[in-house]
């Protein structure tokens, strides 16, 4: 019988855990995803002239870069 209590007690403390985060989510305020977007292209190209993506780096400057090629015999 105890087990049932247990099972039943830990089935309520879940449901609990799943309602509070719930209201929290809830509560939580949201932006227009219209002006987030806005805001995400004009931040794109207010800094694309930095953006290694789209201008690449310079060999010297690459700490990546491989120090000896590979040769094949």
Excluded: W
Aim: proline residues 3%.
């Amino acid at each position: 019988m105890s087990g049932k209590m247990c099972s039943s007690s830990n089935s309520v403390i879940q449901a609990q855990k799943l309602v509070d985060q719930l209201r929290v989510e809830a509560s939580m305020e949201r932006f227009k995803i219209s002006l987030s977007a806005a805001d995400l292209v004009k931040y794109c190209q207010d800094h694309r002239r930095s953006d290694p993506l789209l201008t690449g780096i310079a060999a010297s400057s690459n700490p990546f870069k491989d120090k000896k090629s590979c040769v094949l015999l």
